[in-house]
């Protein structure tokens, strides 16, 4: 349990669950739509794609 | 950042060849040749800062910072400093506005990439040279790693990538804009740190650094709901990058430190 709690994945993934409970909270229903996540993965998509090779470098 | 090197130059590459697309498109080339034209032209500039880089041993910071300049320059003088959207035929916005099996195609195209990459850093020997070069250059040199061949190939396939990018944001802009883009590479790297990535390179994962840039994603768009002003958007950013560095750190070094009690006990 020790290790999951330090490895960078968990803390990053328990750090997106976080805010997007926050942004549920306060920002209402419209945040937790599908059609905002895609909105939000089309936005992301040229810096997720550039860093995952970007990663290596 | 696994081998210890990064590239500035991605938001001017990605900015340039969304401009090199626009134009294409505009003179009256297809959709697939103009993209295929922009890919090559992010690949070529990937080939300058890999030789910089890995055959004349040029720092990464100023060989990719040159780079970076030269690639917006170029972009502006080609767009005669204006955002290339005039008489601009309306088939560009094609790529961006299509869906395939209800998915929105840029989705797609992030899960083919992670797939593709996830692979790489798993099962190729380019992730696991990569890795070894970030861990120890020299051990890995002296170990028969080709570690300049391996920087430089990394170096075109971000080049590459980055053109692909041009594509898309043009696609979704519907216009070649030579402005935009500015602190995409920040953000690349952000989300990079994020996911875990050690800045001394050796560590990290293609699945944390796409968590890395869905938080940064999310947080934006979450404080945009909130009616939160872009300027404090931008002092968040920096505060986000501030932690993530100083809780990366630690955690590697606990990992490392673990990782030499194992090797003593």
Do not use: H
Request: proline share 2%; net charge positive.
């Amino acid at each position: 349990m020790n290790r999951i709690r330090k490895n960078p994945i968990f803390i990053i993934v328990s750090f997106f669950l976080l805010i997007n409970v926050f942004f549920i909270i306060t920002a209402g229903d419209s945040f937790f739509q599908l059609d905002n996540y895609f909105y939000v993965l089309k936005q992301t998509a040229m810096i997720i794609i550039v860093a995952s090779a970007a990663r290596f470098l | 950042m696994m081998t210890g090197n990064y590239d500035l130059s991605t938001g001017s590459v990605v900015s340039f060849a969304g401009c090199v697309y626009a134009l294409m498109i505009k003179s009256g080339m297809a959709l697939l040749p103009a993209g295929i034209v922009a890919v090559v032209v992010g690949i070529l500039i990937g080939v300058i800062n890999g030789t910089m880089v890995a055959k004349f041993n040029f720092p990464p910071f100023i060989a990719t910072l040159c780079m970076m300049y030269i690639s917006r320059g170029v972009a502006l003088i080609l767009a005669n400093g204006a955002t290339i959207r005039d008489n601009m035929p309306p088939e560009i916005g094609n790529l961006a506005s299509r869906d395939f099996l209800g998915l929105p195609i840029f989705v797609v195209f992030i899960i083919i990439a992670l797939l593709i990459f996830v692979f790489i850093e798993k099962k190729t020997l380019l992730g696991k040279y990569a890795l070894a070069i970030g861990g120890n250059k020299n051990a890995a040199f002296f170990s028969g790693i080709n570690t300049a061949a391996i920087i430089f190939a990394i170096y075109v396939i971000i080049g590459g990538l980055a053109g692909f990018a041009g594509v898309m944001s043009a696609s979704r802009l519907s216009a070649g804009d030579p402005r935009g883009m500015v602190g995409f590479e920040f953000d690349v790297i952000l989300a990079i740190i994020l996911g875990g990535t050690s800045l001394s390179g050796g560590k990290g994962s293609v699945i944390g650094t796409f968590f890395g840039a869905l938080v940064v994603a999310c947080l934006g768009n979450g404080l945009d709901m909130l009616n939160i002003l872009t300027f404090w958007q931008s002092i968040l950013k920096g505060i986000i990058f501030v932690l993530a560095i100083v809780l990366n750190e630690k955690v590697m070094k606990n990992i490392s430190k673990k990782t030499v009690a194992a090797a003593r006990a």
